[in-house]
């Protein structure tokens, strides 16, 4: 299992690294281009979820979170001795859970920096990415027991 809590450590580490250069080497709101029409940093900080949902309801977040890493930290003892998949995708979502977390306790707000140019789409950071691998790798390992609970493949 700590192996686990490992990869969890290192994603909270490189999410409030990214969020502490953001923070130290770019002014609230300055763009830098890294790929035109691609991909740039922006400086933002959100006070809500992605698109903003729930905006300044720190209270709610705090509460879900905790609730939410208590869960996944019960479901990784629980289940993930069953599937080294499963428990990865558990350690990813508890690591972003954990990033964003820091951020809303210690400033009131998450720092959120990677902006895909070519679409309309929230501004993000480190943890964000986290949790949706997490949840993506959760669902494979949900969709291949029930595969081989089946059987594999028929026909």
Do not use: C
Request: hydrophobic share 55%; charged share 10%.
């Amino acid at each position: 299992m700590i192996q686990y809590y490992f990869i969890s450590l290192v994603i909270i580490i490189l999410d409030q690294l990214t969020k502490y250069l953001t923070a130290s080497n770019l002014d609230l709101g300055q763009t830098i281009n890294l790929i035109p029409n691609v991909l740039s940093l922006t400086h933002v900080q959100n006070t809500g979820a992605a698109w903003s949902i729930f905006e300044g309801q720190m209270v709610f977040f705090y509460l879900v979170t905790i609730l939410v890493v208590a869960f996944l930290i019960y479901l990784l003892h629980k289940e993930g001795k069953k599937s080294a998949l499963l428990a990865t995708a558990i350690a990813f979502m508890i690591g972003g859970a954990l990033g964003n977390f820091i951020d809303r306790l210690f400033h009131q707000y998450v720092i959120d920096m990677i902006q895909v140019d070519f679409m309309s789409f929230p501004i993000f950071n480190i943890a964000d990415i986290a949790l949706t691998t997490g949840v993506i790798l959760m669902l494979v390992a949900v969709l291949y027991d029930e595969y081989m609970m089946k059987g594999g493949e028929e026909g």
